[in-house]
């Protein structure tokens, strides 16, 4: 089993920067692909970024390419997400997601999710 929890989420302003946290307990987690996903009322969950176990290899939306880097450090079970030059379109909850296995930006092949973390950008 692997659990994570996101923080780091909040309120700012259009062109602004934030950075999220995953953090992950369980055992193996060095092992685990880790990922970001965001998610608007009414919308399907959409993929953001994702990292390699080893954080060789990263995926990230077209949206976001640029703007935002997701990165790893296995000694304290942590991912990130550093998030600049926001935009409006990128308010959304940001959930973080891990899966044993390679990286993918399927939702569906994520089998441990987070709660959840609200970014809200105000243009």
């Known amino acids: 089993q692997v659990q994570v929890v996101e923080s780091g989420g909040g309120l700012v302003q259009a062109g602004g920067s934030l950075r999220l946290s995953c953090a992950a307990s369980?055992?193996?987690?060095?092992?685990?692909?880790m990922a970001w996903f965001r998610q608007t009322p009414g919308k399907e969950r959409e993929f953001v970024a994702a990292?390699?176990?080893?954080?060789?290899?990263?995926s990230y939306a077209d949206s976001v390419k640029g703007r935002f880097a997701i990165s790893r450090d296995n000694a304290k079970n942590t991912a990130y997400l550093q998030m600049n030059s926001l935009k409006a379109e990128d308010t959304a909850v940001y959930y973080c997601?891990?899966?044993?296995?390679?990286?993918?930006?399927?939702?569906?092949?994520?089998?441990?999710w987070g709660q959840g973390t609200q970014v809200t950008v105000s243009s």
């Open positions: 369980g055992r193996t987690i060095s092992s685990v692909t």
């Open positions: 997601a891990a899966r044993w296995g390679p990286l993918t930006t399927a939702s569906h092949r994520y089998d441990y």
């Open positions: 990292i390699s176990w080893s954080g060789g290899s990263t």
